[in-house]
């Protein structure tokens, strides 16, 4: 749970740094229509939900720095007992003020009244330029209507993205984003060892997920992304979501799957044997992902650059991959030419928080930039073994990925989903039980 409180701290703070002449403006996700009166589930736009903790559509945030009549403004859906009969509570504009700490809320329906005139006075709006095609052209609208209805006004100079500073602060995670996102990884968790414990040669890809949903639904958990179910051969397809298919008896299971908690996801993958013992062909391509994972997972501290996890588990996959006979000649040569992208064509993480691939820039002047205490990284190193006529057998069709979330803590990483086996021992002894 966010308090009020600090969202208001957000919002000043981005106040702060785009500077007293600036307009902020922000709109929340609209509704999706799916068909007839059906919608898809609702989801907040991240950046809207981290500046304002309003899960309604239909609303724009407007940030007004030194206006003397109040700088923090909310449009949005007036009270209508009508429509709340057919669709559930809104909070209505003294709700905006009284729980969401707004300085004024004014109907969404009179924005374009109004808006124009918050940009009088300004140099420059700061929004999300780009992001919606419409959005951008309703901007450039109301900078118009000031034009038109004030002869003589040009309005705010500039019209700039507000990507840059606003993404930098979601990308540094206070105190309660953490407690947020050990629970969204608690509960994930909890779902991949319940995906291993129910798991039994004869089962389908669709019931082990329907376990992952009933243990983020319980937990009012819903899912982060779409989770994948890969049985076997599956797991070589990197985006698989289909999550049809029957199980391999002697396979393994690649599940990648988190859920989200007050919008914070968890985001991991393991991969485990459908009848609850490893193949020594299966252990040997798992234990050397692994060997990787924890090796990478060292490399998240403060300091050091974001690239060195990716770097620590592309040295160790290659030397897994020559001693397994995959690749030949020398680690140096092989790391130099990156032949280990035939077996691992992804990056070894990424940003984590509101979104699963959350924002932030990864390199600053061209250089990887550095860990920062609160940052949250991804480490998820994979291999990925084809059917082509040159790899022995008994590792065709392979596919292992291990992914667990880690911050930047102050003394090293802290593994917020250590709550699921990971290691090919500790993995056969839960489904064991
Ligand atoms: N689940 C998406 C990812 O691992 O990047
Ligand atoms: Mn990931
Ligand atoms: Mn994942």
């Known amino acids: ?114 808006l124009p005139g918050l940009m009088e006075d300004r140099d420059r709006v700061h929004h999300l330029v780009g992001k919606d095609a419409d959005f951008d052209r309703r901007v450039i609208d109301w900078r118009n209507r000031l034009r038109n209805q004030k002869r003589g006004h040009s309005g705010p100079g500039e019209i700039v993205s507000l990507e840059h500073l606003l993404h930098e602060q979601r990308l540094l995670k206070s105190a309660a984003e953490l407690r947020c996102m050990r629970q969204a990884a608690k509960v994930s968790a909890e779902a991949h060892c319940q995906a291993m414990r129910a798991c039994r040669p004869g089962m389908s890809e669709a019931q082990i997920h329907a376990e992952l949903l009933k243990v983020f639904h319980a937990s009012d958990c819903p899912p982060a992304y779409q989770p994948i179910v890969a049985g076997g051969a599956n797991a070589l397809i990197l985006h698989y979501i289909a999550n049809n298919q029957p199980l391999p008896d002697d396979g393994l299971l690649l599940i990648d799957a988190g ?140 596919g292992v990925r291990i992914e667990d979330d880690v911050r930047v803590g102050p003394d090293g990483p802290e593994v917020l989903t250590a709550g699921v086996p990971a290691g090919a021992d500790d993995i056969e002894a839960l489904m064991a039980r």
């Open 1 to 114: 749970m966010i308090e009020p409180g600090e969202f208001a701290t957000r919002r000043r703070e981005l106040m702060n740094a785009a500077g007293d002449r600036s307009l902020i403006i922000l709109a929340s996700a609209g509704e999706r229509l799916r068909n007839g009166d059906s919608y898809y589930p609702f989801r907040q736009d991240s950046d809207f939900l981290y500046l304002t903790g309003f899960n309604e559509p239909d609303a724009v945030l407007v940030l007004a720095p030194g206006r003397k009549s109040g700088e923090q403004i909310l449009f949005c859906r007036e009270s209508d007992p009508e429509r709340e009969r057919w669709d559930g509570p809104r909070l209505g504009l003294d709700g905006a003020r009284e729980q969401l700490g707004m300085d004024d809320a004014f109907p969404i329906t009179d924005i374009d009244d109004i």
């Open 259 to 398: 859920c989200e908690h007050h919008g914070y996801a968890a985001d991991i993958s393991r991969t485990f044997p459908v009848n609850g013992r490893f193949s020594p062909a299966q252990r040997r391509i798992h234990e050397v992902v692994h060997a990787a994972q924890l090796a990478a997972i060292d490399e998240v501290r403060i300091d050091r650059p974001y690239e060195a996890f990716h770097n620590t588990a592309c040295r160790v996959l290659t030397e897994g991959l020559i001693e397994l006979g995959l690749l030949e000649g020398n680690v140096e040569d092989n790391l130099a030419e990156q032949h280990y992208r035939r077996f691992y064509m992804h990056k070894t993480g990424h940003w984590l928080g509101l979104d699963v691939h959350d924002v932030g820039d990864y390199r600053i002047d061209e250089q990887s930039r550095l860990l920062e205490k609160n940052m949250v990284v991804t480490v998820e190193p994979g291999l990925y073994i084809g059917f082509e006529d040159d790899i022995p057998t008994e590792f065709r069709g392979i």
